[in-house]
């Protein structure tokens, strides 16, 4: 084809060069190849490089493996920090720093990326990033104490070098100087702080909230005596005088049977409802009255759930022998259910629930134990650590139930557990932390000859009470628990009146305990050993 147009222009190039040497032509048809090529095979600047990663405060030590390079199809990249190579890997197109255990301070990050063709050298970016692996300094108290259960507390404390404080969850800014304060409406049984400074270190410390017992002059009242005027009316009239202040009233006894008219739906299915009394009246009476009310929870010895379980199918709640059959220990078949299995642990936190619910002032679990025996003769469905860590994790998890209702938690241990608490799983100093009291049964009938140095316990009231409790008293030293002892007030091979209650009262005292709870199998008590309360 011939085209005008161009055949001119071709002319006229070619008129252009005609006066040219053939060399000089050449040299620049070279030149503008040279220069058109190197446009082609650019090599990657500064700008094609990108280093992510690096926030403007400082980095923890752990986010340097956080730093990732992109440097396009670019081969042979090398890192360096502070002018050593770093080894890297890649993860989806990106070299991803591994530089770990750096120490805290400034470092320099080079990027080293090499030019194509190679005799054009490489491209180095570089990066400046601070190190820093100090948390921030966190100070509140160990122990919150509010005035009683579901009321507000108020947490105080300095985090120097934090840039956010949480207090039970929610951000709380600290001022200029680190301090901050915060006021927690309705605390659980142990609230959460945590500190938090620019590279992410965290610090967090754990405050218990501890609530100081009103104190209590109490006996206890089974569920059928109070249907007994001629044993209800003697305890309310020493409540009238003065002598007591507190009556502890059974919600679940040693039978298995709930006493109350309870609507804890298990408690139904298993037939261990009876409506001894109406739990609403009875607390709206004494609390008439000025008297406190403890409900007495046996937990773990339940001949109903225990029986109900085996026949229905579920041996896995019963504590059984290494043969697999119920143990009996000498209490009767079915008679402990087992600590470790969900189900009977949930049974007794629900009935504990409704109890404070309702309006119960404390709930004081007995039995809150294993039975007693070689525990290599037994098996324990379930059990994954020791007997004494399950039983304390069975408080913990039942006192921010209680608390929420606005009711403190006690439990009632043996004398006995004071210095041996793998017995019967009574560890004293693991239980502390999940309870508001501790209540001792140190009766001096259920002490052997000799004990504390105590020739004979069951006629020296007061030598054991008073030795055995500044045991307990040592034992709990550092924490913020209470030692609210039980102490006899009934005859076990020794006559005891009230001159022997009293002994074990005034024991009580010496060591500091001005509160105890009585105990009379059959529910009469030696008023005369009292005097009107204060």
Not at 390 to 404: G, K, N, W, Y
């Amino acid at each position: 084809m011939t085209d005008a147009a161009s055949g001119t222009a071709i002319v006229r190039t070619n008129a252009v060069l005609a006066g040219v040497p053939r060399s000089v032509v050449v040299g620049v048809g070279a030149a503008l190849a040279l220069l058109f090529g190197s446009l082609l095979l650019r090599p990657l600047s500064t700008e094609d490089i990108q280093i992510v990663g690096i926030p403007e405060h400082p980095i923890a030590s752990s986010a340097v493996g956080s730093i990732q390079i992109r440097a396009g199809t670019a081969d042979g990249v090398r890192v360096l920090v502070d002018g050593r190579e770093t080894p890297t890997v890649q993860q989806q197109g990106a070299h991803v720093v591994r530089a770990a255990g750096l120490p805290d301070g400034p470092h320099v990050l080079s990027v080293v990326v090499p030019r194509s063709p190679s005799w054009l050298g490489s491209t180095t970016t570089t990066r400046t990033f601070t190190v820093d692996s100090t948390p921030p300094e966190l100070r509140v108290d160990d122990s919150l104490r509010p005035d009683g259960p579901n009321k507000p507390v108020t947490v105080n404390g300095t985090a120097h070098g934090a840039t956010q404080v949480a207090v039970a969850g929610k951000p709380v800014p600290p001022d200029p100087q680190g301090g901050f304060s915060a006021v927690v409406d309705r605390p659980d049984r142990e609230v959460q702080v945590v500190a938090t400074d620019a590279a992410g270190n965290r610090t967090e410390r754990t405050m218990t909230v501890h609530i100081r017992h009103p104190g209590m002059r109490a006996v206890h009242l089974t569920g059928l005596a109070w249907t007994s005027d001629s044993l209800r009316e003697p305890i309310l009239e020493m409540a009238r005088q003065g002598k007591i202040d507190t009556i502890e009233l059974d919600i679940k006894d040693e039978s298995g049977e709930v006493v109350y008219d309870s609507a804890v739906p298990m408690a139904h299915q298993i037939g261990a409802v009876k409506g001894y009394y109406n739990a609403r009246q009875v607390l709206d009476q004494l609390h008439g009255m000025g008297v406190r009310v403890v409900g007495r929870l046996v937990a773990f010895k339940d001949p109903v759930l225990g029986a109900a379980s085996w026949q229905g199918g579920h041996p896995e709640r019963v504590v059984q022998t290494a043969g697999g059959q119920p143990w009996s220990s000498g209490y009767g078949a079915y008679a402990f259910t087992n600590f470790a299995d969900p189900v009977v642990v949930r049974y007794n936190i629900d009935i504990a629930a409704e109890a404070a619910a309702l309006g119960f002032d404390d709930i004081l679990y007995d039995y809150v134990r294993r039975p007693d025996g070689h525990l290599d003769q037994m098996r324990i469905p379930g059990l994954t650590t020791t007997p004494e860590a399950a039983i304390a994790d069975f408080l913990r998890q039942t006192q921010p139930e209680v608390r929420s209702r606005g009711a403190l938690l006690g439990a009632s241990v043996f004398g006995i557990a004071v210095d041996r608490p793998t017995e019967i799983a009574q560890d004293i100093r693991q239980i502390s932390h999940f309870v508001d009291y501790i209540s001792p049964m140190v009766y001096p009938s259920h002490w052997g000859p000799g004990e504390f140095g105590v020739g004979n316990p069951n006629s020296q009231p007061y030598d054991i009470v008073v030795r055995s409790l500044a045991a307990f008293a040592k034992t709990v030293e550092g924490t913020d628990v209470q030692i609210i002892p039980w102490l006899q007030d009934f005859s076990l091979g020794v006559s005891y009146g009230p001159g022997e209650v009293a002994a074990q009262i005034n024991a009580a005292r010496d060591n500091g305990m001005t509160s105890f709870l009585l105990w009379a199998p059959n529910c009469r008590y030696h008023d005369t050993a009292l005097g009107p309360t204060g």
